[in-house]
């Protein structure tokens, strides 16, 4: 079979050039430390979360899973009087980075932005990173998180009726698998499910990551680190859990009503096309964008480009249904 791949979009192709001498699409595992001290983490730390006064920025500890340490959670609570004292949809979000790198101000600005145009407000969730914290910390972080935002949504101006799971790449494999985890304890029920360019497989099998690699952001090595990090041994093998790898679930009926997107030439393509059409034959709702030419985290990286534009402008009208706006 043949893996030639799909052509990029050609203002994606341009924005990739500019950043291909600071980003390759490998990463292997004695490369994290220095990614990790590299300059974009740090600059996340300077960024404006208020947007303008639009919001209320806190980071607040709450606690961890039982016997682990507690979390940090980024609340970010609209300021505008006619949100003020009204309960608002909560955007809960699971940042990305491979399960190895980030934290809960990475992306959070797609987030921030449908919140400004919503009134909601977001909690982004910081949890341990693999390898020092293998399978389970994160998602065990990250449902303690939502625990707590349930719990707590009238506290920060919310409605625990209408909490919405939101990640990209490993976030969105994240919110993925911790739709399956409250959904199996019983736990919080979610509005929704936003997953975009979800990180879903461990098995790294798939005929678009043979497609991609070495071009692009994120190949099959850098996949082949993330997983191997979070799951040691155990990646690729037959007893990986679903809730580290939502593509291995058995049983996705019952979750909230997800969207899905992807770029049509990224390493993911195929596990997410794959993960919406498994929830449709399990009788549940989906919406899923292939958006062509687009690679891993495009509208993050060209949010300038016209294919960005209309990703952003999807995830945005998806939301305003979800929510009855």
Known sequence: MSHVPPPFDPELAAALDLIKDVLSPGLAPDEIDAVRQGPGIQMLAEL???????????????????????????????????????????????????????????????????????????VSVEYRLAPENPYPAQI???YAGLVWTAAHAAEIGGDPERIV????????????ALALLTRDRKG????????????????NETLSSHQMAGL???????????????????????????????????????LPPAFLDV????TFRDEVVAYASRLWQAGGRAELHVWPGGFHGFDGFAPQAALSQAARAAQLTWLRRLLGD
């Open 263 to 266: 770029g049509s030439a990224e």
């Open 48 to 122: 404006d979360l208020t947007l303008d006064g639009c919001f209320k920025v806190e980071d607040r500890t709450v606690p961890g899973p039982e016997g682990a340490p507690d979390i940090s959670l980024l609340i970010c609570r609209p300021t505008a009087q006619e949100f003020v004292g009204v309960a608002q949809p909560v955007l809960y979000h699971v940042h990305g980075g491979g399960m190895v790198l980030g934290n809960n101000r990475v992306g959070v600005d797609g987030p921030l932005a449908w919140a400004k145009e919503l009134g909601a407000v977001v």
């Open 140 to 142: 065990e972080d990250v």
């Open 165 to 176: 799971l939101a990640g990209a790449s490993a976030g969105g494999g994240l919110s993925a």
């Open 188 to 203: 919080p029920r979610p509005l929704g499910q936003l997953l975009m360019c979800p990180m879903l497989d461990d098995r």
């Open 216 to 254: 692009g952001v994120w190949d099959r090595t850098a996949n082949e680190t993330g997983w191997g990090a979070l799951l040691g041994d155990l990646r690729g093998g037959p007893d990986v859990p679903a809730y580290a790898a939502p593509a291995r679930a058995e049983d996705l009926s019952g």
